[in-house]
């Protein structure tokens, strides 16, 4: 979710003490890496996408009562499954919890129950530092016209984080939402932070506390504390994204946090081929399972063609940024914030498997992915 001048890579910590545990077992505990590796072992090759419907603007839009869209889920996983993809890794968004618990839960558990018709096990994000820092319920604004993800929002927003007095309630969203599904093996994993040391994007800096990543970097380590006081049988995550991973003196504050709490290791990289092998194998001599959750910009030169076969031949989970072209405009490139793309188009799409009308971006794509994969039905319609 980054923008250019952010561009991703990998890195871990040293490995904690090993302690004795059936794998799929919640107690409590950070996994030790057999625990982690035995859990990673039962897994087929997760290859998916940074899923939010077409009609929906932002993680809000897609889970509020008034503009969940069931019909429209399972249509689009439906597409997702027929070229072989298995796992989703789904937004949410701490106001949903406040304004509506019970309504959120049941939404969700219904989003759940599509994925599983589908056979695809989504990794959901409790929190994200990215973009707008003023989230706000109800009705979202239209997109802005040629810009890049112009309606995204953070969880929590600026107040959240200033306001001591917020953190019961988000204790309260995370202990509500991942104990209500600690034991449902439909999920696969919860990434408990997006991005949390991001800036939001670059575009909204007056609207941002000065301080905010040591804000995040202290709230960082409870969140995955009140995650795991609900005992979830699925594996905790924070992607690591930035800075320098290659010795552990230089990484920052955040990715320390990030890299000692993690069960599995996740990771951003919307680079070249090149830089993506060798972000793998930084992380290779940590020992844990790794996947990449974001991936593929076209524009930047990270491809299908280009990543996808490397995270096979390492057996690297990978799940690329965007489904299906909508409201996110996630297809145009991170400078349309500052050019945005109303009178051209451009050279290539940036995210985004399929269009609008349910056709493939790029048939080789779709093809590429079913056979590296080896699933897939072929049921999508045919593009140019």
């Excluded at 092998?277 to 844990?288: D, F, N, Q, V, W």
Aim: net charge negative; with cysteine.
């Amino acid at each position: 979710m980054m923008r250019l001048r952010w561009l991703c890579v990998a890195p871990l910590l040293a490995a904690q003490m090993m302690w004795a545990a059936v794998p799929g077992t919640g107690d409590g505990k950070q996994w030790s890496r057999a625990k982690a590796n035995a859990w990673y072992e039962q897994q087929p090759w997760l290859v998916g996408a940074n899923y939010v419907p077409s009609d929906a603007i932002n993680q809000l839009e897609m889970f509020q009562a008034a503009t969940f869209n069931p019909a429209l889920n399972d249509k689009e996983l439906g597409m997702a499954e027929s070229i072989g993809m298995n796992t989703m890794r789904v937004f949410l968004q701490d106001q949903l919890w406040e304004q509506d618990p019970e309504g959120f839960k049941h939404r969700l558990d219904a989003f759940l129950a599509i994925a599983a018709k589908h056979h695809i096990r989504p990794l959901l994000v409790l929190f994200d530092s990215c973009w707008d820092p003023e989230p706000r319920l109800g009705p979202q604004h239209p997109p802005i016209p040629g810009v890049h993800n112009s309606g995204w929002v953070q969880s929590p927003g600026a107040k959240g984080l200033e306001d001591p007095a917020y953190e019961p309630k988000l204790e309260a969203y995370v202990k509500g939402v991942v104990g209500a599904f600690a034991n449902d093996e439909r999920i696969l994993g919860w990434d408990v932070w997006n991005e949390p040391n991001n800036d939001g994007g670059g575009s909204y800096d007056a609207k941002e506390p000065k301080d905010k990543a040591k804000r995040v970097a202290v709230l960082l380590p409870k969140v995955f504390a009140w995650a795991r006081a609900e005992h979830p049988v699925q594996p905790l995550t924070s992607g690591v994204w930035e800075g320098d991973w290659s010795d552990p003196a230089r990484e920052s504050p955040m990715t320390k946090i990030q890299l000692a709490e993690s069960d599995v290791i996740t990771f951003h990289n919307y680079g070249w081929p090149e830089g993506f092998e060798a972000r793998i194998k930084e992380l290779m001599p940590l020992g844990r399972p790794i996947i990449c959750t974001e991936y593929m910009a076209r524009g930047a030169g990270s491809t299908f063609d280009g990543s996808l076969p490397i995270a096979k031949k390492y057996h690297v989970g990978a799940i690329n940024w965007g489904l299906v072209a909508g409201k996110t405009q996630t297809y145009f490139p991170w400078d349309s914030w500052e050019r945005p793309y109303t009178l051209t188009q451009p050279a290539v799409w940036f995210h985004e498997v399929f269009r609008q009308d349910d056709t493939p971006y790029r048939q080789h794509e779709v093809d590429l992915i079913r056979e590296l994969t080896g699933r897939g039905t072929g049921n999508e319609r045919t593009g140019q």
